[in-house]
């Protein structure tokens, strides 16, 4: 039952990870420099814990092909969040990052020809269903751009799971972890051309606090769900690892005050639950 421990583990982390990045949005001034910091602190400190997995890496050069493709979609997916979480509350965005298991499983049936299942696709439709439930609005026609783009990253996140799927399985965890962190940090670095000099700025006049408990949170978040997939059923520890949504709704209400559409939030968090349930039975 170690995997017990992994998944409890796992919601702690990303609770944790899901509140403190919030509070770490509220003073950005360039979000591509804030997703470098918190990419590259999380990727160093999970390096302590290497000597606890075991070394290994694979032999097969097509992982690394596949591994260095979801990396390039891992990235877009975690500049956008940035972006997403400055501008949703992060009891919202923990609903709304649930859309990736919709897409997932669209995906497999238009692309993988996998066979099509009554319950997953009502499991879907809940997940769906508690999204719009969260984000109509009556009376308002123009989409909020911070959905648009979370829709957006969630495709994104969904494309890099795909590839990705069984990599980290070939992999020490902490380095697996590192590369998925740090890699993204120096293609963000590159391509949106962010000075040293910005990252400098946005860590002197970011919370230093929320900033190092975001990636710490993140990284050891990523190790422990990984591990509990590896150790446990998928059938069981996916819906599990769903808590997590409605943990930050909870959370969200005392730690940050995020007290606006709560029944409804509630409501959301339980569809997607059940959402989830079905899909994996």
């Keep these: 039952m170690e995997w017990v421990m992994f998944v409890i583990l796992y919601l702690i982390f990303a609770v944790i990870f899901n509140q403190s990045y919030k509070v770490a949005t509220k ?21 302590l ?15 690394y092909l596949f591994l260095g493709l979801s990396i390039i979609f891992y990235t877009v997916n975690d500049r956008l969040n940035t972006t997403v979480r400055s501008g949703i509350e992060a009891s919202t965005f ?3 990052h649930q859309l990736a298991t919709v897409f997932m499983i669209f995906a497999g049936i238009l692309f993988f020809k996998d066979p099509f299942v009554l319950n997953k696709f009502i499991g879907a439709l809940l997940i769906v269903f508690s999204n719009i439930l969260i984000f109509y ?19 994104f996140f969904t494309v890099a799971l795909f590839l990705d799927v069984n990599i980290s399985d070939n992999f ?4 697996y972890t590192a590369l998925t962190l740090g890699v993204p940090a120096i293609l963000i670095f590159i391509f949106e ?5 910005d990252i400098k700025e946005e860590f002197k006049n970011g919370n230093k606090k929320a900033m190092l408990i975001t990636s710490l949170s993140w990284s050891l978040s990523i190790v422990s769900q990984l591990r509990a997939y590896q150790l446990g059923n998928v059938s069981v520890v996916a819906p599990l ?8 709704v909870v959370m969200g209400y005392f730690l940050l005050k995020e ?23």
């Excluded at 020490?172 to 380095?175: D, K, Q, R």
């Excluded at 051309?193 to 000099?197: P, Q």
């Excluded at 690892?241 to 930050?248: K, P, R």
């Design 49 to 63: 814990l290497i000597p606890f997995f075991e070394i290994k890496f694979p032999t097969d050069p097509k992982v």
């Design 27 to 47: 003073s950005l001034t360039k979000p591509g420099a804030l997703t470098i910091l918190l990419e590259v602190i999380g990727s160093l400190s999970i390096l």
């Design 172 to 175: 020490n965890l902490p380095i």
């Design 193 to 197: 051309r962010i000075k040293i000099s």
């Design 259 to 281: 007290r606006e559409n709560l029944p409804k939030k509630v409501i959301a968090a339980i569809l997607i639950i059940l959402g989830i349930i079905l899909i994996r039975i």
């Design 241 to 248: 690892c769903s808590l997590s949504v409605i943990l930050n």
């Design 94 to 96: 923990s609903i709304i």
């Design 137 to 155: 609005k009556k009376g308002t026609g123009k989409p909020n751009k911070y959905i648009v783009l979370g829709v957006i990253a969630n495709i």
